[in-house]
């Protein structure tokens, strides 16, 4: 191969999860019924919600040279305790506004403390961080079941479904355009013309996920995540206060499953404490098909965005052609260990995260 | 004239083992002291106290003339008191200039809101720096990984020049030098020692440190057993003492006279190559190499 084509190929080749994407998606727009449209692009979008959140602060773990299992946990603990707020509030006889307020607060505040233990640990005491969140993972889930008694927790703030299932815009063309709220009393011609863009749940965890994406990849904070993932006792003599950061990194994981358990209340409109195990996992595999190493020092937000939509849309996808869901685990199984093998043998194709 | 660095009756204990037994060392200004002792005498121990790796159990730090606590590497790179170690101590998956500016980056500000890294400016001094030394890196946006060793040593260097230091240790600076790169670090030393920055060298090219050192330390398990003007001792001397075969100022041994002549091209190889029979009853190596 000619070195000028080696390099465009290289270049080209770096971007493969993006391609497999837009292979993806051309796929099941070819195959399936009615894929390729705004509401179904907008349907990966939010139904990938959990999941980003969680990869997106796992990514901060994972750069670091660690792993973050407590997150899947962490969904339902932190969801059951935003739903039981918002629900006793509510009998207390606040206003909704203040119950749903109230309630987030306290689930993004509660969902801290898990965060700074395992970075404690992890930083300060020297445990692995498998065994330190594995074992916040079922503390998680073992005071999650204790809040709600074991059952879901349900009838929360009638206006929790609207938010959770609500657009940023609603567009009628020629009639209408509200910011929002959404129109009632459409006729049901209208109704089916209406068009909604933005999910509120995209759009809450977009700005996170940019706001984290930029701290990663332009800030000190950033470059120190690097650096310990890199080489963490060079990191140390170079004066970075390394415990400290790891503490903040895994804070910053908790923070994002926090996220996640409150998108999942608003989502679901209940508050369950098993709600979340299974996308631990999903995440991880997002962030090293986004090109992260579990061995640290690589990885980045935007790797692990594209690493969200592509498991998103490869089993949105196989159910848009009404096959079943264990299909879409041999897929994503297949992918995981592509990206890992691609990272092994071709380290000048992984993705570059500046 | 003040020493710049000095250490009093330093100690380090690691459980039961003594690493460091009671060290006193003093460096002047613009003077190179050569560090010298065989593996697991405690010489990186005792640098790692200095430059706030470690913490030392008991004993005093003077730097430039006071009293100072050296707690974390933080508070030594701040006082002017510049590291390089032994196994360089980069970040191999970041690239050279955020490697030069690690732990102490520039920044500027962004829409005037949050400050962001500054890399225009952080390349453009790496450039400068880099260039001091005279050694050739292909491109400081290269990751560390694709570096040779002398490359990875003049990145390692130019960190500790860059932030003007007025002391800098050097944990075997030309190891994984080839002859020419060797050459050019050693000159380097001379420089900056011209300039009145003070320089303890841990080499184990005594030849190397015979060229550049004026005082050399020698220590033994933990001990610190002589002390020598180089040009008043020879290379058998001081392997000697390195080796315990010269009884140190501590077991009351006169020093042996120094005689330049005699140190020959054979004798030269032969210091180089250490005695086996000693590796076998030596303790582990406390501080990692």
């Known amino acids: ?354 | 004239m003040e020493p710049i660095l000095e250490v009093r009756n330093i100690t380090k204990r690691f459980g039961g083992l003594v690493a460091v037994d009671n060290v006193d060392m003093k460096v002047y200004p613009g003077e190179v002291v050569g560090l010298l002792g065989d593996n697991g005498a405690g010489k990186s121990t005792l640098i790692k106290m200095v430059s706030g790796v470690y913490r030392a159990d008991a004993g005093k730090v003077f730097f430039g003339g006071k009293e100072v606590k050296i707690d974390n590497p933080m508070q030594a790179l701040r006082m002017g008191l510049e590291t390089i170690y032994q196994d360089l101590a980069l970040a191999e998956n970041l690239d050279v200039y955020s490697n030069i500016f690690l732990g102490r980056e520039k920044l500027k500000r962004f829409l005037g809101l949050v400050n962001v890294l500054d890399h225009g400016h952080m390349l453009a001094e790496s450039r400068k720096v880099l260039n001091r030394l005279d050694i050739e890196v292909p491109s400081l946006r290269n990751r560390i990984r694709t570096l040779s060793g002398g490359q990875r040593q003049a990145v390692a260097i130019s960190r500790a020049i860059y932030w003007n230091a007025k002391f800098i240790i050097m944990d075997e600076p030309t190891a994984a030098l080839g002859v020419a790169e060797q050459k050019k670090v050693l000159g380097l030393v001379r420089t900056l020692s011209s300039q009145g920055v003070g320089i303890i060298i841990i080499s184990h090219q005594l030849l190397d440190v015979f060229s550049v050192a004026t005082r050399l330390v020698i220590m033994r398990r933990g001990k610190k057993v002589a002390e020598r003007i180089t040009a008043e001792t020879s290379m058998d001397e001081v392997v000697g003492l390195i080796v315990g075969s010269v009884p140190g100022d501590l077991a009351n041994a006169n020093g042996e006279s120094p005689k330049p002549s005699a140190v020959g091209p054979v004798m030269t190889t032969s210091s180089r190559s250490r005695p086996h029979q000693e590796t076998t009853r030596r303790r582990p190596s406390p501080s990692g190499h």
């Open chain 1, 1 to 354: 191969m000619n070195p000028r084509f080696r390099s465009v190929f290289i270049r080209v080749m770096r971007r493969w999860v993006l391609i497999f994407l837009g292979f993806e998606v051309l796929a099941f727009s070819l195959l399936g019924t009615n894929f390729f449209s705004l509401d179904t692009l907008q349907n990966i979008l939010v139904s990938s919600t959990i999941v980003l959140l969680l990869a997106v602060g796992e990514t901060f773990v994972i750069i670091t040279g660690g792993i973050d299992l407590s997150v899947g946990f962490m969904v339902g603990f932190t969801g059951v305790v935003c739903a039981k707020i918002m629900v006793t509030l509510q009998a207390a006889g606040t206003t909704q506004a203040m119950a749903i307020a109230a309630g987030i607060a306290a689930a993004l505040l509660v969902g801290l403390l898990p965060g700074f233990i395992n970075g404690f640990l992890v930083a300060h005491l020297k445990v692995p961080p498998f065994i330190a969140t594995f074992g916040m993972y079922g503390i998680a889930y073992g005071c999650a079941e204790i809040i709600c008694n074991n059952v879901p927790i349900h009838d929360l703030p009638s206006a929790v479904g609207p938010i959770g299932h609500g657009f940023l815009f609603f567009w009628l063309p020629g009639k209408m355009f509200r910011v929002f709220v959404e129109p009632t009393g459409l006729s049901s011609v209208d109704f089916q013309h209406l068009i909604t863009i933005i999910p509120n749940l995209s759009a809450l965890a977009l700005v996170f996920v940019l706001v984290f994406g930029f701290i990663l990849a332009k800030t000190r904070f950033g470059r120190h995540t690097y650096a310990i993932g890199g080489n963490i006792d060079a990191a140390e003599r170079a004066g970075i206060d390394v415990k400290r950061h790891l503490v903040k990194v895994y804070m910053i994981s908790s923070f994002f499953a926090s996220l996640a358990g409150v998108c999942y209340v608003l989502r679901y409109i209940t508050g369950r404490a098993p709600a979340g195990s299974a996308q631990v996992l999903d995440a991880v595999v997002a962030v090293v098909i986004g090109g992260a190493s579990l061995y640290g020092g690589k990885g980045s937000v935007s790797g692990t965005f594209v690493g969200a939509m592509v498991l998103t849309t490869l089993v949105l996808g196989l159910a848009n052609l009404a096959l079943p869901t264990y299909y879409a685990y041999i897929a994503v199984g297949c992918i995981l260990i592509f990206a890992v093998l691609i990272d092994q043998f071709s380290p000048e194709l992984v993705h570059k995260e500046d």
